[in-house]
């Protein structure tokens, strides 16, 4: 079975039809935040008196929540000496000695009147008439204990926008907070502070407030009587629902090509109308899941969003191969690495995961990849291994051997008006050129100006043995170095690559006139040990010259898989589908698809 009908198998269907999940949260806030209890210190200050249990001290970190950063975390079952709290269901389990993974539950316990600060007053005990002597009874006074109300400090490491936060209290007991205060800082000045009355167990507080470093969350009371503060999950954002009767207009494309010459950006632009009162943030990189029936078509990331009146709103996103064509990847001389080791270094950092097949994973790298974005390595790496790079139909990035097998078939009935053959140029030969670098004595200047602070020099061929006078080599690669001075001459020197290239051509035998052979010569992976497969991959993709396009009802095909069609006046054919334009119906999909034979 090819691997992404076994993901899309594992998916639980429905007949919602198509919907757009769009992530309005701030990219990457929940990773550079820290939830914290923090116990605040005590300065003598103007207006502070002595008195009882007053003395200095220093605000402290009490406890962290890094499980708070997470989007997978739920409460774990733990039961609680609460009243009718642990249910004898089968579901709770004893609070371990070690507990984690559980969020931020409080110190603080709400009355019988859920109310989390409340005065305790235990009666104390002295002899008076009528008092006989008992055991365990002894004298002591009347004590009285405070508690105040709970607060839970974010901090963040750098500056956020957000249209709200979303908590996420006790899903499992269904126990949360009725009343709580939030309050947005940004280098400790006020910049927001609104109270809210929570009524369920997920909870968006609407505020749409710019550039924050510091959130602070006062609780109040609780749902039920006799119980803490629960908190699973915080996100800095909501997350919006649209479907089909709120798309005025849809447009995606998803791309792959067979032999990763290149890799396409998919696309999905749509508008939507919603009467919400929950304003938009776009932001760049904001995640979109694409869903029918509740099979993921594909993730997308916001490019540009805008608001054409008051009800309409239209965003263009592209997938996560967009995103790795913004980011830069600095590349070097391989020498044998595995793909799976320098395909990690390319998605660290990245917010989207991956999948390699592991047929991939332990093929020997050798050659060159030039300071380069991440989707350029990623097309070098894929193209010189054999591999396509797919995003559709996957929470993040597939990557996968070429497919042979035809494990799909297209009926005349599937076809709608028929399908048109596409003749391209006939491709009668490939030339293509295998690299080797090795290392050489001969040094060459890489860098002779004066330098006050720190500059990053990239280099336009890979260098070795770098040496400099006048600065300091702070961090380098085989195309770059980052470098620092203080004001005087810097030089900086490095030790050359020899670069040789051999080629080799595959020509078809029957075709002596009219010759066209495709320079293959930027592929720098491509080296003498896997370059006669890599003829043979390249040779066999252009001797089908014909691709089979037209509008079809996509049923369950998938981007990437062999698929036989029926062409209904020149017989069967097969070949890999490399595009599809989706066009959404109410309860089918009817896509524009390109065959490559």
């Known amino acids: 079975m090819f691997l992404k009908q076994s993901i899309l198998s594992d998916a639980v269907q429905n007949t919602e039809g198509l919907k757009i999940v769009y992530d309005d949260v701030a990219p990457y806030a929940k990773e550079h935040s820290s939830p914290q209890v923090i ?25 962290e929540f890094p499980d708070l950063r997470r989007d997978d975390l739920t409460y774990p079952g733990y039961a609680l000496c609460l009243p009718r709290f642990a249910l004898m269901n089968g579901k709770y389990v004893n609070f371990p000695d070690n507990a984690a993974d559980y969020g931020y539950i409080s110190d603080e316990i709400s009355g019988a009147d859920c109310h989390l600060a409340r005065t305790v007053r235990t009666v104390g005990l002295r002899p008076h008439a009528g008092l006989h002597p008992g055991v365990f009874l002894f004298p002591r006074s009347t004590t009285e204990e405070t508690t105040s109300n709970p607060e839970l400090t974010i901090l963040f490491s750098q500056k956020f926008t957000s249209v709200g936060v979303l ?44 550039l924050y470093d510091k959130i602070v969350i006062t609780f109040y009371e609780t749902s039920r009587p006799w119980r803490p503060v629960f908190i699973t999950r915080i996100d800095y954002g909501i997350y919006r629902d649209f479907f089909a009767d709120e798309l005025l207009s849809t447009s995606c494309l998803q791309e792959v090509n067979a032999i990763s010459e290149n890799i396409s950006f998919n696309t999905l632009n749509f508008t939507v109308r919603t009467e919400t009162n929950i304003p938009f943030d776009f932001q760049k990189k904001q995640k979109l899941a694409l869903y029918f029936n509740g099979q993921r078509i594909g993730n997308f990331y916001l490019k540009n969003g805008a608001r054409k009146n008051r009800t309409d709103y239209q965003m263009d996103s592209h997938d996560a191969i967009g995103v790795l064509d913004g980011n830069e990847f600095p590349g070097g001389v391989y020498t044998g690495q595995l793909t799976r080791d320098v395909i990690d270094q390319i998605f660290e950092g990245e917010d989207f995961n ?14 060159y990849i030039p300071y380069t974005t991440k989707r350029n390595a990623l097309v070098q790496i894929a193209f010189s291994i054999g591999a396509v790079v797919d995003t559709s139909n996957y929470d993040g990035v597939l990557i996968y051997p070429q497919q042979t097998e035809v494990t799909g078939e297209f009926s005349e009935v599937d076809t709608y008006d028929g399908v048109t053959m596409e003749h391209s140029d006939v491709v009668t030969g490939i030339r293509l050129m295998a690299h080797t670098y090795q290392q050489s004595e001969d040094t060459e200047e890489l860098y002779n100006d004066t330098l006050s602070g720190t500059a990053e020099v990239i280099f336009s061929d890979p ?5 400099i006078t006048g600065g ?41 006139f009219n010759r066209n052979v495709k320079e293959v010569s930027d592929a720098t992976l491509v080296h003498p040990g896997n370059a006669p497969a890599v003829l043979e991959r390249v040779y066999e993709y252009y001797q089908r010259a014909e691709n089979v396009t037209g509008d079809v009802l996509l049923t369950d095909k998938t ?18 589908i490399e595009s599809i334009s989706y066009q959404f119906g109410i309860r089918e999909i009817k896509a524009e698809v390109v065959i490559h034979e």
Not at 39 to 63: A, E, I, N
Not at 179 to 207: H, I, Q, T
Request: proline residues 5%.
């Open 39 to 63: 116990d605040p210190g005590l300065r003598p200050h103007k207006g502070l008196y002595p008195g009882k249990g007053l003395y200095p001290r220093k605000t402290k970190v009490r406890q």
């Open 167 to 210: 908590l996420t209290f006790n899903m499992m007991s269904g126990d949360y907070c009725t009343r709580l205060r939030a309050k947005w800082y940004s280098d400790g000045e006020l910049l927001s502070d609104m109270e809210f009355r929570p009524d369920s167990v997920r909870y968006f507080c609407n505020n749409y407030v710019r």
């Open 354 to 367: 991956y999948l390699l097949d592991d047929s991939l994973a332990d093929i020997p790298l050798i050659g």
């Open 463 to 467: 260098h070795y043995g770098l040496t």
């Open 472 to 512: 300091t080599l702070l961090k380098s690669g085989d195309n770059y170095a980052v470098i620092s001075g203080t004001g005087s001459a810097v030089v900086l020197t490095g030790k050359k690559y020899i670069h040789m290239t051999t080629a080799l051509l595959k020509e078809n035998p029957t075709i002596v």
């Open 559 to 576: 981007l990437g898989q062999v698929v036989g069609i029926d062409t209904g006046y020149d017989g069967r054919r097969e070949g890999t």
